[in-house]
Every structure is written in structure tokens, then in C-alpha cells.
């Protein structure tokens, strides 16, 4: 009878042929890590001039030359964080006659997934749109795996703070929201420290910072404006906040977190607990829900008075070394206008001031009484702590 | 008609020898039997002769062709070696019929269809298989089966045929039947074959020669006469007959023999002087009588059982310091023996074997 | 040809010459050598090389993590070990998730073993009714991947106070509202694995029982024991180790196991080993996940070696006769019917609660109404919110695409291996090379499969070796299938090969045929049940796979179980539901298909009772 390799008694450690296998699985290790990639200077610089991207740029874009340069490329992959793009990039194929492919990706895993091609050595990536600045500067900007690109006439009228080091397409804001059995007018909570009291315990939806850097954010401002906190504490207590942790921002997230907070994976899933929620409950997610919300989808009201708000922003840039850069320049231009980029005006907040919203999406960023914004340093410096804090608390 | 050559060949598993210096000449056109209990090593050897095992030291020669020399590096793969081999479990494949199984070989040699058909044609005439050839090896009997395996073997028209003790796995009756079966297609044929047995009445029977091996090692050559009748040491004289050999321990002194209860003179060969011997007699070779005779010891008997044509005594020795016990295998004719009864027993001077008790070696 | 004089040195260099030609020859003409050497480098690549990357991977700073770690990317550091065994968050990211691990193992094992083996004993020793129906559903929950029952149990018990909210039958149609002890974290875990592996003890435990001599019972009735008296003294001492082993083997399943804690746990905030390793994988640290995959690698390894020193003194029991012709039957009495309606209820219910469930909840237009209204095909065939049903969803039949061809390479491959695996083991019986081939082989039985997918994610992010850089392509998926297959398919392989016996190979042989030719004509259809047996449990386990999956999918090369994984996270439930009804059916009736072809009973190598 066949019996298994485990009722044999030898012990494979202690066999020489085992240990001669690990020798030569050791030396074959070596062959791989020898075989990493570096960045070339001269070989981008090459790439920069024939795309004519970087000091390559000409003062003025002859958008013809660019689409008939388009036609003769490969058809352009472009890495984008919101399904809402799936369209767009078809409005675009059939306004221009080209064969763009849009791969939608949640926003960690759409960076995570372009510096694995990168630091394969793969350059697949043509056009890329993500939020998340800190870790896409931490995992791309690094590696000059993307590169800047504003077009001439889009330079000329934007705030240079918002094209560097690479060109916003839009902002988004992370708020709160709530559903009441009261006037939904009237706010439920007063105070942002109210969230963390007893009666809003398991009344409290957020998503998971730990995928979603909308509430990643919203934190990363909590704990870089632990001063205004602790005012804002004062103001609900009437008196001053004793810390068990770093500061009040950090006091915030855990005392939130031991209020049985509900943390969920997908905003969606914030909002339809607040929807079918009975009763007070608040959840935190960004603006952008606000149109299903107009659509009828969910049924919540926002806050724009109370709580502060967090202003975040995507960037959208070109993949170095790609074999189509005048398709991602074309589409890159034409995301960034009222027509292409017309998918996200209906909820998003372009950073082209020549855009208008589209219409019925009456919600405006002055409308929000407070707006933090944390620097993209602050988010670098702040979000592997926050994880941290959050793993042990959470 | 081809030879099959072994010369110092040695086969080792691990630390265990199956085969020791090893060498053997198998002559063309002979029915060799390879003889000796289980783990003596003969089906390695047969094993090495086919290709399926590579010895470690040695050369083997089929024919002129050496297919092995552990020497050089030498090996000439099973396949190409041309032999035709009956396994002890028939090794037919069952997914084939027995048409395909018997043509497998043909097929794979690449022989023309117009000659593999008439070769099949005959074969299966030979065989008396022409009923069943659309079959599957499982619908068949042992029988039946075993004559598929033949077949298959005869068809490709190989010169040397090695078989491993096929007629293990057919009842009494069968093998009797497949043993004269073997002898005729031997002469038929005039193929050289090599017999791996461990039972010595096929051996005995079908052999021209016969070697009988122990631990690897040949104990004898020779004729199956030679073997049964002057077995060259005590291995060979206690392994071949039909029940256990009686052995009586003496010291040789010139031409005669002192033992324990016994002595026996007339001794040929007995040269080398003063030395502890075995003498063995089989059970036929002892006879009991009412009278004494030379060469004889007085015993009792203890109980007799009669077999048909003859009766086995079990006796016990009357003369010997401590507790001695024989069994004698006596001709029914030769009288009516009673328990308890004091009979004398002789030996057959013709066919007594002496060893030396050092060497064990005939005398 | 002789050599008269003493040879010249040109003589001796042609001798030399020739030795080598005759043992390049000889090689060449030796397949199972050549192979097994193959096989070997092969093998060692695709399975220690890993390992050892792994371990190098937790002593260097990965990236992202040079600011915490302090220094530069790729210098030695004990930092990840650090942060798992001593560091602030050592008890979340570590011991918690350990704690949590290894009570919901023992807890599912214990449980398992004990339906399994009363099942078992049932089954196999006593005169209960429906023996044919009860065997075969007891079988079900153990094909259905366990994902799957972990959704029917939130269709059953999910309440409103985590996650989206929507509530269970419980809640909806009874009232009840089930406390969260009961609808998530380490309770239901443990249930749902427990339902998940019983199947697998009771196969064990089966064959165990099955291989008593039924003479060894008799006479201890002669001797005038009693029943239960027979049980205690004599049956379960002889299979106790068989059952000590099955409780090892079961552990060691399930310890990675991810599907069922991802569904029941995360939601909670209840993480296990593999769901911590997911979690840390999937925030970018990738040294904190490879600490984990070790520890589960190693976890693994222990229960495997604590089960051969088992195995080992199991042998001390020569009245296993390996037939066991005399089948005592216990007659149960007026015990009968209870225990009879009592075992139907159990197994029907873990066989077809779940597939009822998940195919009614994929039909609620509103998640948590049970009414008869609210019933809609919507998820299936229609569109909403933009979506559209799975049947008419592109995305979902490029998953199902994926699926089919991931599918089906794996299983061919592996099954080829397997047999050839087989080869070089049955033919080089007792050698070295094949004895190591056997245990490389075994190896990746050790790795659970999300240590597995972290693995692969790492090794093959960038060309090693001769392979180019595979991350994002459907053959990193292969890959790793095919090795994480790999035990499996060469344990059915190698009996497959060992009941072939050497001599209807060597009667080829000698008859002329050379490797190949034995390969096609003799060996390939002698092993043809085994093969195609191998083939459909691997298409199986392939498709139904999320733990070894889930960290290498990409859009492209999205599978339907992981498809599934996401829309649980959208909160998209329905959609889940309908591909899980999908994988289910496709699963069960693979393994039926495989039954009737083979005759036998596949599950043998599913689970790998032979393991």
C-alpha cells in the first residue's frame, strides 16, 4: 500500500541532500535580486524630448500635431481610482477615433499596482489619476514613475500650487453626514466631540482608514489641527481635555473608536447605513455621495456647518516612459475640461476654474463653514503613525 | 541461437549485496535454470541480464554485444537489448486485448505490418490462444494468461527468453500442464532461456543446466542430476529435495567416518586427513531395516505416517549421547513398522554427502 | 577489443571519453533520474526559492518603511520582527490575531472531529438507515467553498448593528435580533469551519474505522463485552491514532484559512492570522505580512510534523489489516430512529442550508427583506444602480473566463505533474533523489495559501530568474495553483503510479518501447482515472479558491471568487450571492462528474485523506 511521505521517519533537516537544496535555492536567490532595475537619466531625458514633456514642452500646444502623433501610438492604459472615468475615456475613444483602455482600481491598489509594474520594470501605465498624495508620492513621485504635464492655455489661468509637482484634476471633501428622526435641517450633534459621547455609541459609521484614504485624511487633519481639537474639546466639556495619548487629535480617533464606531469597507456602505439607519446616526464620507443623495438613492442630509470638513485632491499625470504620450496629453486635457471631465462635475469640485458645475450639483466648497487641509507632507509624515494608532486602538 | 555472458557482476542495494562477483555462461540455445530461495539474488540477476537493473561492477555479454560494462560506463537500455521476458505476474497490460498485447512489441520495433500479422498467426496457432485473442487480460484464467505472456514473448522473435518464475501464480495442476508446455516450445523454438525459480522440481525438470544460488552468490553449475545427486556443498544438499535433510555430525578419519551413534567407512575423496564433517542423507537416502547392516544406527521409532506410496518414520537415535531425532522416507513395500518399535537405519553409501563442517564443502 | 599493454595516456583520456558519453547516455535513457532532477530544480525554484525570499524579505527594510525603520531601503533590520513579537502593536498584529487563530482552530477541530467521527462510526459500524444519502450530503459542505457557508450564515444571523446593517432572517422574519457574538466574529468562524471540515474527519475517520478487522470486535463480543464496552476498548483504541492524526490534519487546514474570517470577522474588527496577514499586505506592509506568513508556514509545519511522529506510532498497530472484509454492525435499537432523524436533520442542513440561502438572498431586491415581493432577478439578468446582473455583466464573465482558463491550465498541469511526480517517485522507489522529490513535493502543503499569494506577489513582481516579471499577468495565478496544488496532485500521482507495479512498464521496455513511447501507450492510460480523478479536484479547488487568489488578482485577471470577496466589501451582497450559487453548482458538479467518471470516490484526494 501507498504510504505518505509523512509516516517516513526521516527527518528532511537532517538529510544533506535538503540542506545541498537550500545551498542552491540560496544561489538562484541571488541571481534574482541581481537583476533590479535603475532609473537611467539620459534615458529619460530622451523619453522627455521626444514626448516633449518636461523642459521639452513648447510654449504652445499644436493640438493637431498631437492627436495625429496619438493615432500612430499604441492604444494609451490609463489608471484611474473612480468607475465614473469608465465613461469618460468612451466619450473620449469616439470624439477622437482611439483606443484608450481605462482600468479602474481602488486608489491604494491603483498605486501599489503601478510600482509593482514599475519596479518590474513594466511600463503599462500611460495616464494616471489617483488620490492618496502621500503614499503616491511616497510610491511614485520617488521614482519619477510619473511625470508633470499641464497644458500651456490650463497653466495660465490655475494657481501654480495647483499644478506642482503634478497637475490636480479635482477636489473632493471628507464630511459628515447624518440621518435624524428631527428636522433634518437641524444638525443632530453640536459639536464634532459629541460623536465620542454615549449616545451616539454604534451610531457612528466610518470606513476603514486602513483602505480608504478618504477617512485616512480626515484623521491625518484631526491630529495636525490637535490644537484647534482641544479648543473644540473645551468649547463642548467646559473644560480642558486630559490626554492619554500624543494629543487631542489622537484622543479624538480612539475615544471615537471605543464609542463602538462602525467601521465598514466601502463608503457605500456608509451610506446606506446611514439611510436605513432609525434614529440619530452620523457617518463620514466624502462629498461626492451628495448626488445619490439628489438622485435618491440615500437618504441622509450633509453637514457643511458643524463639523470641519477635510479638502483633498487627485492627481493626474503621465507615466513616465509611456509609448503614448500625445494620448495621454489629449486625454489628460480633455479630462481636465467641462465635457470630458463632465462625469465628476456633477458631484467634485473641479480645479480648473474654467469649469462650471454641471447642473443641479448646487453644492459649492464655499458652502463648507470649515475646510482643513492637511500639506502633502503632513499626510506623509502623519499616515504610517495614524495606521499604526489605528491598528492598536481600532 | 545466442549466449549470455556474466562476468564479476555485482549488484548492491544500499548497503545490502544482491548480487556478489557474479559470473555465469549461459550457452546458446540452452534452458538455464537459475534456482535458490527468496532474497538469493536471482531475479536481480535476471534483472541485470534484462537491462532493468545496472550492476555495479562486472561486464554482461548477449552474444558478441557487451551490453553492460560498469567498467567503461557501458549500458545498452532494456529496449534495445532484444530479450524477451516473462514476468512471474504475467505483466499483461490490461488496457490492451491480448492481440494488442502480443503485437505491442511488433508495433514498437517497427516491424511491417504483412510480417507482424503472419508472426501473429503463428504464435497464436503455437499457443492454442487463437479463442480469445479480442479479449482483455482480465476475462481471462490464470492459464490463459500465462500463455499470453508466452506469446507475447515468442512473437517478437527474441533469441534470448528470461522468464521469472512464471508458473508461480497457476495452481498444481496448471503448472504441471505449463511445465511440459515450456519443454516443448524450449525445443521447438531452440531460444536460449533463462529461468529465475525458487521451486527446484521445475527446476529439476526443465533445466539442461542449473545454477543455485545463497546470498548472492552461485553455490553450483551444473546438470540437475549433478545438482540433486552431488550437491557441491551443504546449502545445496539441504535446499534440494522434497523435505528437510538429515545431518549427523562426525569426524573423518581416513576412509571411515565416527559419529554420535554411528560410522560409516569407504569414504572416496577422502583426502585432507583428520577433520570434523556433515554427514547428510536425505530421507530417501536412509532405509530402515529389523536387521542391522553396515553403516547403519539402531533407533526407536516414534511415529510413522503413511504418505501412499511410501511412509515417513520419525525416529529417534538410540546410541547417541543426547536427544537425537531423523525422519526416514520409507518404500511402503518394505514392510510394517510399528511405534515404539527398534529398527536399524542405513545409509545409501551411493548417495551419501559428505561436507567438511569449516567449509562446508563437499568432500 | 582487448587492451594488451598498459593503456598509453591517449588511451586513458579515450576511456575517460567514453565513460562520459556512456553516462550522458545512460542519463538520458534513465527518465526517472532526469526527471526527478528536474523536478527537484523545478520545484525548489518555485517553492524554497520563495521561502527563502521571504525570510530575507522580513530582515530588510521593505519600502515605505525606511523613515519608521530608520534607514535605507533594503538594509538588514530585525525591525518587522521586532514590531511582531515585542512592539506596541505586537498584540494586535500578532498575538491577538495568534490567540484568535489558534482558539477557533481548536474550537472548529474539536467540533469537526466530533461529528465526523460520529458520523463515521454511524456509517461505517452500526445499522443507522439512508447510510448512501447521509454519506453523500455529508460530503457537500466540505466541496462548497467555505466562503460560501460564511454567507449563508450572515443571510441567517446578520443584524443591523455592524457593518451595513442589513439584517438576517433571523432578525427580519422572526424578530430576534441576533447579538453580534452570534452573527460575527469567533463564534460563527468557528461554526462555519466546523461545518466546512467536518467531511474531512469524517473521510478520515471512516477509513480508519473501516480498516478495523471486524474479528478483532466479534471476539471481544465472544469474550462477552458489551457495546459500548467494544468502543471504548477495543475500536477506539485502535483507530485513536488514526483520529489523532485526522485532528492534526484538520487543524493544519484551516489554520490559513481566509475566506470565513475575512466575512465573519472583519466586519467585527476580529482578525486571525490570515486576515491580519491580508490586512497588512494590503496597507503596503509587506514586512509585517511576511512575518505572519512565516509564522503561519512554520504553525503549519509543526502540526505536519507532529502528525508524521503520529503516523509513526500508528504503525505499532499491526491489526490494521488494511481490509477490513467483516463489517460488524452495531445495531442501534430503539436508539435508531432518533439518531436517524437527528443525523438527516444535521446533514441536510449543512448540506443544502447554505445553497438555499445564498440562491434566496441573491433574489432580494432590498438586502434583508425575505418577503415573497421582494423577490426580483434583477441580480442575475437585470441592471441596477448602474450595475448590471451577473449574467449580463462583462465584467463578471471575463471573471468567469478567467476562472475557466486558470481552471483548466492548473488542472492539466498539475495533473500531468502529478503523474509524472508519480514516475520518478514509484520508479526510483527507495532512492534518494526520489524520496526528496516526494517531500519537496509535499512541501507547499505546509504554506497556507494567502502566505502563499503573499509569496508569489513578491517573487514574481519583478523577472527572476528565467521568468519575466509575471505580477499582474494570469500565470503568476497558475503558478502558484499549480504548486500550491502540488501535494495534492503528486500524493494522487504517486498512488496512481504505485498501483501500476514496475512490471507492466519494464514488460514495455524490454519489448522495445523507450520513454515516451511507455509513457503514451502504457503508462498514460493505465493511470488515466487517476489522472483525470487529479484533473477535476484541481479544476475544483482552483475555482473555488479565494485565501491563495485574493492578494494576485488584478482587474484583468479577476476570478469569480474574488469578484465575489469584492462585492461583500462594496456591500453589494446580492451580486455575491448569485457568482457564489455559480462557483457552488459549478463545484459540486465537477466533483459528481468526477465520482461517476473515476468510480471512485473523489474526495479520497480532495482533502487528501491519503495525506
Given amino acids: ?70 493615432r500612430e501610438e499604441p492604444p494609451l492604459t490609463f489608471y484611474v481610482a473612480t468607475s465614473r472615468a469608465l465613461g469618460a475615456t468612451d466619450r473620449f475613444n469616439e470624439r477622437y477615433g482611439l483606443n484608450v483602455e481605462a482600468i479602474n482600481l481602488g486608489t491604494n491598489d491603483l498605486i501599489e499596482r503601478v ?79 459629541e460623536l465620542t459621547t454615549e449616545p451616539w455609541r454604534n451610531r457612528v459609521a466610518t470606513t476603514d482608514p486602513l483602505s480608504s484614504s478618504t477617512i485616512l485624511m480626515y484623521f491625518t487633519a484631526v491630529v495636525s489641527n490637535a490644537d484647534q481639537m482641544a479648543q473644540m474639546y473645551e468649547d463642548y466639556f467646559g473644560e480642558s481635555i486630559e490626554l492619554t495619548t500624543e494629543n487631542a487629535g489622537y484622543e479624538f480617533i480612539k475615544r471615537l473608536l471605543d464609542n463602538d464606531v462602525r467601521i465598514v469597507s466601502a463608503q457605500r456602505d456608509v451610506a446606506e447605513a446611514v439611510s436605513v439607519a432609525t434614529g440619530n446616526f452620523a457617518g463620514m464620507g466624502t462629498q461626492s455621495l451628495y448626488r445619490l443623495v439628489q438622485e435618491g438613492t440615500y437618504d441622509f442630509t450633509l453637514d457643511t456647518t458643524v463639523n470641519p470638513v477635510v479638502r483633498t485632491f487627485q492627481w493626474i499625470g503621465i507615466g513616465s516612459y509611456t509609448e503614448s504620450p500625445n494620448q495621454a496629453k489629449l486625454l489628460l486635457d480633455w479630462l481636465m475640461s467641462q465635457e470630458g471631465g463632465a462625469p465628476w462635475w456633477a458631484a467634485d469640485f473641479a480645479v480648473n476654474p474654467l469649469v462650471d458645475p454641471t447642473d443641479g450639483f448646487d453644492l459649492r466648497m464655499a458652502d463648507f463653514a470649515q475646510v482643513w487641509e492637511p500639506t502633502v507632507d503632513e499626510m506623509v509624515e502623519l499616515s504610517d503613525d495614524l495606521i499604526d494608532f489605528f491598528l492598536l486602538y481600532r | 541461437m545466442t549466449r549470455v555472458v556474466l562476468e564479476h557482476v555485482t549488484k548492491r542495494f544500499g548497503n545490502d549485496v544482491a548480487v556478489d562477483d557474479l559470473s555465469l555462461e549461459i550457452h546458446p540455445g540452452e534452458f538455464f535454470s537459475l534456482l535458490g530461495p527468496s532474497g538469493c539474488g536471482k531475479t536481480t540477476t535476471m534483472r541485470l541480464i534484462a537491462g532493468l537493473d545496472r550492476p555495479d561492477e562486472g561486464r554482461i555479454l548477449i552474444g558478441d554485444t557487451v551490453v553492460v560494462d560498469a567498467a567503461d560506463g557501458t549500458f545498452v537500455p532494456a529496449s534495445r537489448r532484444k530479450l524477451g521476458m516473462v514476468f512471474q505476474n504475467y505483466a499483461l497490460w490490461p488496457h490492451m486485448t491480448v492481440r494488442e498485447n502480443i503485437l505491442f512489441g511488433l508495433e514498437v520495433r517497427k516491424v511491417k505490418k504483412a510480417d507482424r500479422d503472419e508472426r501473429f498467426a503463428e504464435v497464436i496457432d503455437q499457443l492454442q490462444i487463437t479463442n480469445f485473442v479480442a479479449r482483455y487480460p482480465n476475462e481471462l484464467s490464470g492459464g490463459q494468461q500465462q500463455r499470453i505472456a508466452l506469446a507475447r514473448e515468442l512473437v517478437t522473435g527474441a533469441e534470448v527468453l528470461l522468464m521469472d518464475e512464471p508458473l508461480s501464480n497457476l495452481d498444481a495442476k496448471l503448472r504441471i500442464d505449463m511445465r511440459v508446455e515450456l519443454k516443448r516450445l524450449h525445443t521447438a523454438t531452440g531460444k536460449t532461456v533463462i529461468y529465475v525459480t525458487h521451486d527446484q522440481v521445475e527446476a529439476l525438470t526443465l533445466s539442461e543446466r542449473m545454477a543455485v544460488m545463497k546470498d548472492g552468490e552461485v553455490q553450483q553449475v551444473a546438470s540437475p ?92 537415535m538410540l546410541d547417541a549421547s543426547a536427544e537425537r531425532f531423523v525422519t526416514i522416507d520409507q518404500d511402503r513395500r518394505d514392510g510394517h513398522f510399528t511405534p515404539g518399535d527398534t529398527v536399524w537405519a542405513a545409509f545409501d553409501m551411493e548417495s551419501l554427502h559428505v561436507f567438511d563442517e569449516e567449509t562446508q564443502a563437499r568432500i | 577489443m582487448s587492451q594488451p599493454t598498459a593503456p598509453s595516456a591517449p588511451r586513458a583520456n579515450r576511456r575517460r571519453l567514453r565513460r562520459a558519453v556512456n553516462a550522458v547516455k545512460l542519463w538520458i535513457t534513465t527518465p526517472h533520474r532526469w526527471m526527478g532532477w528536474l523536478f527537484l530544480l523545478v520545484f525548489g525554484y518555485l517553492i524554497l526559492v520563495p521561502v527563502g525570499e521571504i525570510i530575507l524579505a522580513t530582515l530588510r527594510i521593505q519600502e515605505g518603511d525606511a523613515r519608521r525603520a530608520g534607514g535605507a531601503i533594503g538594509d538588514w533590520t530585525l525591525y518587522y520582527w521586532q514590531r511582531t513579537f515585542t512592539g506596541d502593536l505586537s498584540r494586535r498584529i500578532f498575538y491577538e490575531p495568534l490567540m484568535n487563530t489558534l482558539i477557533v482552530s481548536v474550537g472548529y477541530t474539536v467540533l469537526a472531529m466530533t461529528i465526523g467521527v460520529t458520523l463515521a462510526w454511524l456509517l461505517v459500524k452500526s445499522d443507522i438507515p439512508f447510510k448512501k444519502f447521509i454519506g453523500f450530503a455529508a460530503l457537500i459542505p466540505y466541496i462548497v467553498p467555505s466562503w460560501t457557508i460564511a454567507l449563508a450564515w450572515l443571510t441567517m444571523f446578520g443584524n443591523d448593528r455592524v457593518g451595513i446593517g442589513a439584517p438576517g432572517i433571523l432578525q427580519s422574519v422572526i424578530g430576534i435580533v441576533p447579538p453580534d457574538w452570534l452573527a460575527y466574529g469567533m463564534f460563527p468562524i468557528t461554526i462555519v469551519l466546523a461545518i466546512n471540515y467536518f467531511a474531512f474527519t469524517f473521510l478520515l475517520s471512516a477509513s480508519a474505522l473501516a480498516t478495523i478487522d471486524g474479528r478483532l470486535e466479534e471476539s471481544a463480543e465472544l469474550h462477552g463485552a458489551g457495546g459500548r464496552r467494544i468502543l471504548r476498548a477495543i475500536t477506539l483504541p485502535l483507530i485513536l491514532p488514526a483520529l489523532g492524526s485526522a485532528f492534526i490534519l484538520t487543524f493544519a487546514q484551516g489554520i490559513g484559512t481566509f475566506g470565513a474570517p475575512a466575512f465573519l470577522g472583519i466586519p467585527v474588527r476580529f482578525y486571525m492570522l490570515s486576515t491580519q496577514l491580508y490586512q497588512s499586505a494590503g496597507i503596503g506592509r509587506f514586512g509585517d505580512a511576511f512575518a505572519l506568513t512565516l509564522i503561519l508556514i512554520v504553525m503549519a509545519g509543526l502540526a505536519i510534523v507532529m502528525n508524521s511522529m503520529m503516523m509513526g506510532r500508528r504503525k505499532q498497530f499491526t491489526t490494521m489489516t488494511g481490509k477490513g472484509s467483516t463489517h460488524r454492525r452495531v445495531p442501534l435499537g430503539r436508539w435508531r430512529w432518533p439518531v436517524t432523524i437527528v443525523t438527516l436533520l444535521f446533514v441536510s442542513i449543512a448540506a443544502f442550508m447554505p445553497i438555499t440561502l445564498l440562491v434566496w438572498q441573491s433574489l432580494q431586491l432590498q438586502l434583508g427583506n425575505f418577503g415573497i415581493t421582494n423577490l426580483t432577478l434583477t441580480y442575475w439578468i437585470g441592471e441596477i444602480d448602474g450595475m448590471r446582473g451577473i449574467v449580463a455583466d462583462p465584467r463578471v464573465r471575463h471573471a468567469a473566463w478567467n476562472s475557466l482558463i486558470i481552471g483548466l491550465a492548473v488542472a492539466t498541469s498539475t495533473a500531468l505533474i502529478g503523474i509524472l511526480t508519480g514516475y520518478v517517485v514509484a520508479k526510483g522507489r527507495g532512492s534518494r533523489l526520489a524520496r526528496v522529490v516526494e517531500q519537496v513535493s509535499f512541501l507547499p502543503y505546509v504554506i497556507p495559501g494567502i502566505a502563499f499569494g503573499a509569496i508569489y506577489l513578491t517573487m514574481f513582481a519583478r523577472p527572476v530568474g528565467p521568468l519575466p516579471a509575471l505580477y499582474g ?43 515516451f513511447t511507455r509513457l503514451k501507450r502504457i503508462l498514460l492510460p493505465l493511470s488515466k482515472r487517476g489522472f483525470l480523478a487529479g484533473f477535476i479536484l484541481s479544476f475544483v479547488s482552483t475555482v473555488k479558491d479565494l485565501s491563495l487568489v485574493v492578494l494576485l488578482v488584478t482587474p484583468q485577471t479577476m476570478v469569480l471568487t474574488v469578484l465575489t470577496f469584492g462585492y461583500v466589501e462594496l456591500g453589494r451582497r446580492q451580486f455575491a450571492d448569485a457568482i457564489g450559487v455559480v462557483i457552488v453548482v459549478l463545484v459540486l458538479s465537477c466533483t459528481w462528474l468526477a465520482q461517476w467518471a473515476t468510480k471512485t470516490n473523489p474526495l479520497e484526494g480532495f482533502g487528501g485523506s491519503n495525506r
Avoid at chain 2, 538429515?246 to 581416513?254: A, H, I, M, P, V
Fill in chain 1, 1 to 70: 500500500m501507498f504510504r505518505p511521505a509523512l509516516a517516513r521517519k526521516e527527518n528532511i533537516m537532517t538529510n544533506p541532500w535538503y540542506r545541498r537544496l537550500v545551498a542552491i535555492g540560496c544561489s538562484l536567490l541571488l541571481i534574482g535580486f541581481g537583476t533590479v532595475s535603475s532609473q537611467d537619466d539620459a534615458a529619460y531625458d530622451a523619453w522627455l524630448e521626444q514626448a516633449q514633456l518636461g523642459p521639452y514642452q513648447p510654449a504652445e500646444e499644436d493640438w493637431d500635431a498631437i492627436l495625429e502623433a496619438a
Fill in chain 1, 115 to 193: 510600482r509593482r509594474e514599475w519596479d518590474a520594470g513594466l511600463r503599462n501605465a500611460g495616464l494616471i489619476m489617483v488620490g492618496n498624495p502621500a503614499l503616491f508620492q511616497e510610491a511614485l513621485l520617488s521614482r519619477n514613475a510619473v511625470t508633470r504635464y499641464v497644458p500651456r492655455e490650463l497653466e495660465a489661468v490655475m494657481d501654480p500650487i495647483e499644478t506642482e509637482p503634478l497637475l490636480r484634476h479635482r477636489y473632493s471633501v471628507g464630511t459628515w453626514y447624518y440621518s435624524t428622526d428631527g428636522d433634518p435641517d437641524v444638525v443632530p450633534y453640536e459639536n464634532l466631540w
Fill in chain 2, 225 to 316: 542430476d549433478d545438482v540433486f545427486m552431488r550437491p557441491a556443498n551443504m546449502f545445496v544438499a539441504s535446499f534440494m529435495g522434497q523435505s528437510s535433510i538429515n545431518t549427523f555430525e562426525g569426524r573423518l578419519r581416513g576412509d571411515g567416518i565416527e559419529g554420535e551413534g554411528f560410522s560409516v567407512t569407504g569414504i572416496e575423496n577422502a583426502q585432507g586427513g583428520d577433520r570434523r564433517v556433515i554427514v547428510a542423507a536425505r530421507p530417501e537416502e536412509l532405509r530402515a531395516t529389523q536387521e542391522p547392516s553396515p553403516a547403519s544406527f539402531r533407533c526407536e521409532i516414534i511415529s510413522v505416517m503413511p504418505m501412499g506410496y511410501s511412509t515417513l518414520l520419525y525416529v529417534r
Fill in chain 3, 473 to 515: 499577468t494570469i500565470w503568476i495565478i497558475i503558478l502558484a495553483a499549480m504548486v500550491n496544488r502540488l501535494p495534492f496532485a503528486s500524493r494522487t500521482g504517486i498512488s496512481a503510479m504505485m498501483q501500476i507495479g514496475h512490471s507492466l512498464e519494464e514488460a514495455a521496455e524490454v519489448h522495445g518501447a523507450g520513454f
